[in-house]
């Protein structure tokens, strides 16, 4: 699987494409990845820290944030401000869901916080030996950071969404992406729930059967023993394999599926004026409530936006709708 040449395979699909439609496409692309790496996590953000994961993605290809002052930098920006960080965390953390309202079920635990530095300091050594290391495959090394670094936990809140920008970053900084695009690998997770749990679980459920802990009533943990040695030698194949086959997902189809949907959408304005020549906010938004119907305008709609055509004319654009969008 290391042997796929994903730059070349990327390429492929991209000169398909006109330059102009490309760079139209990056703006979805971040979006669209911003949208997923948060839903992955069930949370809805408002317009301010979307707009904050959109900014700081943008960057992932000028500079290396594998450094412990750009992750809290990182951190910072991505969360609530009254969650930030400082440092590392100072207490111990865990993952889990509520089963009943005196139930906790722990999916898993993570390194004490007295074992964080000596870790996190190693996981920034391995990287920037990765960075030198040439003949090694830059997913592996995207895997093993990425994955590493989630597995460490280093902070309170926003580790999975550095997680998955890390991976951008990564790739980004070893030129895999082509320039001027991003591959929006957090849809192919969100959109493959399973695969991406069990590259989760494959560290998380045989580490589970090796630590003691306790919980208590407040919900603080309680991690007896020396635990520090089990985060320290990852066995990362089951990491690699997943983030390889997310990124053929991603680049096969969910690049594909958003260029092809501006291709779509090129078309149908063009069909649409036509037939009406409507302003282009009022086409935009002609197309987007009849992608959201089904293909056709709800009569809500009709009365309420487009009163002001007749009754053959919104046939007439729908149908062009349906046809350019096979809907």
Same mark, same amino acid.
Request: aromatic share 10%; net charge negative.
């Given at each position: 699987m290391e042997r796929i040449d994903i730059t070349q395979r990327c390429e492929e699909i991209v000169t398909a494409y006109p330059p102009e439609l490309l760079k139209r496409a990056l703006s979805y692309?971040?979006?669209?990845?911003?949208?997923?790496?948060?839903? +992955?996590e069930h949370i809805r953000p408002d317009l301010s820290? !979307?707009?904050?994961?959109?900014?700081?993605? !943008?960057?992932?290809?000028?500079?290396?944030?594998?450094?412990?002052e750009l992750l809290i930098e990182i951190q910072n920006s991505i969360v609530d401000s009254r969650f930030c960080e400082s440092d590392?965390?100072?207490?111990?953390?865990?993952?889990?869901? !509520?089963?009943?309202?005196?139930?906790?079920?722990?999916?898993?635990?993570?390194?004490?916080p007295e074992d964080l530095t000596g870790l996190m300091n190693g996981l920034i050594s391995t990287h920037r030996k990765l960075k030198q290391e040439r003949n090694i495959p830059v997913?592996?090394?995207?895997? +093993?950071?990425?994955?590493g670094f989630v597995f460490l936990h280093p902070f309170e809140d926003g580790n999975g969404r550095i997680h998955r920008f890390l991976i951008?970053?990564?790739l980004a900084q070893r030129r895999v992406v082509p320039e001027g695009l991003m591959f929006p690998v957090s849809a192919a997770m969100l959109n493959n729930p399973i695969l991406y749990d069990r590259s989760l679980e494959a560290f998380s459920v045989p580490l589970m059967r090796l630590v003691d802990y306790?919980?208590?009533?407040?919900?603080d943990m309680t991690v007896s023993g020396q635990t520090g040695i089990w985060y320290r030698y990852i066995d990362m194949t089951a990491q690699v394999e997943a983030l390889y086959e997310f990124i053929i997902k991603t680049v096969d189809e969910e690049l594909k599926k958003e260029l092809n949907f501006l291709v779509g959408y090129d078309r149908t304005k063009k069909a649409l004026q036509e037939i009406v020549d409507m302003p282009d906010r009022q086409i935009d938004l002609f197309i987007r409530l009849c992608l959201q119907n089904n293909g056709y305008l709800s009569a809500a709609k009709r009365e309420?936006?487009?009163?002001v055509l007749?009754?053959?004319?919104?046939?007439?654009?729908?149908a062009a709708v349906r046809m350019n969008y096979a809907t």
């Open positions: 692309l971040y979006r669209k990845e911003t949208k997923a790496s948060f839903e +992955i820290r !979307t707009d904050r994961f959109i900014a700081l993605l !943008t960057t992932a290809e000028h500079r290396d944030f594998c450094e412990k590392y965390r100072q207490n111990q953390n865990y993952v889990g869901e !509520t089963v009943t309202p005196l139930q906790e079920k722990i999916h898993y635990i993570t390194p004490k997913v592996v090394h995207a895997a +093993i950071i990425a994955y951008h970053n990564i306790e919980l208590d009533d407040s919900g309420s936006v487009f009163s007749t009754d053959e004319e919104i046939e007439r654009l729908e």
